[in-house]
Structure formats: C-alpha cells, structure tokens
C-alpha cells in the first residue's frame, strides 16, 4: 500500500508547545462496520502515514483497537509518534477518571494525548436507536454538573494519565462558563464542520481563545446513519463550487474538503476503512494548498446545514433539537 512520509503532515501546536497532527483518522463506525474493521482501517492508516487517532469509548471499538496499536507498536513506530484521543461518554460524567482508565486499559495505552467530554449533556441512548429515542432521565444543560465532569478531567491531566483536555459539541455560552471557571483551558473543541456547515462564529470564537477547533464530518457525512439524516439536508461533496476546484486540480471533492479545513485552521477527522479514501485525504494536506479565490468561494458555500442534530439526546420539555445548540445566544433550561 502507498505510504505518506509522516513529516509532510502539518502540524497544530498547542500552547504548552505540544504538536497535535492537522489531520486524523476518525473511528465512529456507525452502524456500518464493526469493530474489526475499524480497528484494521486504524492498522492500515498508521502504516499509511496517520499519526492522529480520534476515538471514544461510545464507539465501541477500543478493545480492537488496542490490538491494532500494539502491532503498530511491534512494527517499530513508537506511541510518542502518535496523537490517541478519546473521550467520556454521557452516562459517566460522574466517573470520568474510572471511564478514562477503561479506556487506557482497553487502548493497552499509559497515557492519552486528548481526552474530551463526548457531550455536555449526561443524556444516554442505546446504541442504535432512532431519533424518536429519548433518555426518560434526560436533562438540560447543568453548568455545575458540566464543571464537576471537568475538574475531573483536570485531575486525570495532574496524575498524568491524559495531557491534554477538551471540549466537544459545545456552544459559545457553555464555552464561555467553562473558560471562567477551568484551571485548565480545553486544548480543543471537537465540532461538526464542513463546507456547507462552516460555524464561521463559533469557530472564530474557538479560535480566539487558543482552542485547536478539531472538524468531524469533514464531508458532510455522506455516510451517516439514516436515524440522521433530514429532507433538509445537503450534500457537500455534490455542490458546483467544490467539483469545480475537484475538477480544475484534478483531485476528488473530498480532497478539496480536506484542503479546506486545514488551510482554514481546523483539524479534520475524516472516517474511512477504505485505503484509497484515508490516503486521498492524507495526500490532500500534504500537496499544493489551494488558491485564496478557492478558499474564498468555499466559503461562500455555507448553508448552515447541521447534520448531526442529537435529537437523541434532548430532555422531556425540550421543545426540539435546536435546545441543544443555543441557537440565540442563551442556554435553554428547561
């Protein structure tokens, strides 16, 4: 299989002079691929040039993946070389030093380079289920209870057993509340980010404050479960603007997504298990950058098209997804 030199990957450095790669390879399977797959694809794309893991524990796949690491191990390339992320699920806010250990175990890892509270909701779904699911414990967005998950985390960074923490899906208010009150600023918040969802003021928020914004769904997750997907949406990888700058550079729309975000400033975590679509992504950050006039006419593009909504995770009086997002600027409450 080809292989891409690890040295030509760009870097984001974070404030403790720490080098975080500017691209990853995501692992949320879905209901696509199992475990094994995903784990291989993690295999494959290490010895593709990958250096830049993004995992959870809600995946489901650390245990394969931890078997993957250590033939990576046994085949030379050290665990200093690689960036492991992880992150706490929803129903262990309460125990996120106790899920963070599960996860080193599970990874054979001592230490994770990242660690991210998942959501900042404590609101649980089975795995699988449809967007009509709800947690009937669900509730909104507590400060207290969100700073009591972080200071757990800061404690993990104090032992040693994590280096760096952060966010994920959250909000310019909940940020905000987070950034009076942490000892240890996030060194990162993971968002949904792509061409026809962009965030312009979320991330410019993100970005002021020395947050690395890490971008899932790169591609407009074309791939997402159909719990997911809405008669709204749209599809990124289809829009004139990026098969015109695909066409003219004679790259795929992907790759032009991918050369976006990291010329933009965000870490994008595409997921593959197929070879061809992670090297098209890594090779993207690796060759010529595009021009200032196709940066700016990608982002001329956004249609504030959220895809990844989490219905799943709103309380009983919520009135819709939109609580989650706060939308105008105030947490909802109730």
Known sequence: MTSIDPQLIPQKSLSNGDQMPAIGLGTFGSDRYSADEVAEAVYQAVLAGYRHIDGASVYGNECEIGVALRRIFAEGIRREELWITSKVWNNRHGDADASA??????????????YLIHWPFPNHHEKGVDVGSRDPHAVPFRHESYMSTW??????????????????????????????????????????????????????????????PIGYSPF???????????????????????????????????????????????????????????????????????????????????????????????????????????????????
């Open 220 to 334: 407009g997750s074309p791939s997402r479960p159909e719990r997911d997907r809405t008669p709204e949406d749209t599809a990124d990888l289809e829009d004139p603007v990026l098969v015109d700058i695909a066409e003219r550079h004679g790259l795929t729309p992907a790759a032009v997504s991918i050369k976006w975000a990291v010329q933009r400033g965000q870490v994008p975590i595409p997921f593959s298990v197929k070879p061809h679509q992670f090297l098209d992504s890594l090779s993207a950050v690796t060759t010529a950058p595009l021009s200032d006039a196709e940066i700016t006419a990608i982002s001329t593009i956004d249609r504030n098209c959220r895809l990844i909504k989490g219905q799943v995770f709103l309380w009983p009086s919520a009135q819709g997804w939109e609580d989650l997002w706060d939308l105008d600027g105030t947490i909802a409450t109730g």
């Open 101 to 114: 250990r599960e996860s080193l175990r599970d990874l054979g890892l001592d230490y994770l380079d990242l």
């Open 151 to 212: 200071w757990q985390l800061e404690s993990l960074v104090h032992q040693g057993s994590v280096r760096h923490i952060g966010t994920s899906n959250m909000t310019i208010p909940k940020l905000k509340g987070l950034l009076a009150e942490a000892q240890i600023r996030p060194a990162a918040n993971e968002m949904e980010l792509h061409p026809h969802f962009q965030q312009p003021e979320l991330f410019d928020y993100v970005v002021q404050e020395g947050i690395i």
